[in-house]
Nanobody, 114 residues
């Protein structure tokens, strides 16, 4: 059973920053692409950013220039660096790792509010 452990969420003021982490112990993490999604109540889960096994990153237009996905294969961890956070970024953020099956974390709340 693959378990992903997310951390780093919380409450931040508009314009602030957070770094989300997603650790994937017990797998050969370096072989697989990973991604971050987010979801607000009543809406579909949306892709925020993805990163290939080789480290090629893509970002949704809504977060380009503010968010950066990265990975540390030695730590078996993917990160989402979020800068200049805005209230519309408030959501539950989920990481996943795409193996034969796609495994998801439990989600972590990010709230942007003054």
């Amino acid at each position: 059973q693959v378990q992903l452990v997310e951390s780093g969420g919380g409450l931040v003021q508009p314009g602030g920053s957070l770094r989300l982490s997603c650790e994937a112990p017990g797998i050969t993490f370096s072989m697989y692409p990973a991604a971050w999604y987010r979801q607000v109540p009543g809406k579909q889960r949306e892709l925020v950013a993805s990163i290939t096994a080789d480290g090629i990153a893509t970002h949704a237009d809504s977060v380009k220039g503010r968010f950066t996905i990265s990975r540390d294969n030695a730590e078996k961890t993917t990160y989402l660096h979020m800068n200049n956070l805005q209230p519309e970024d408030t959501a539950v953020y989920y990481c996943n790792v795409q193996m034969i099956f796609t495994y998801w974390g439990k989600g972590i709340q990010v709230t942007v509010s003054s």
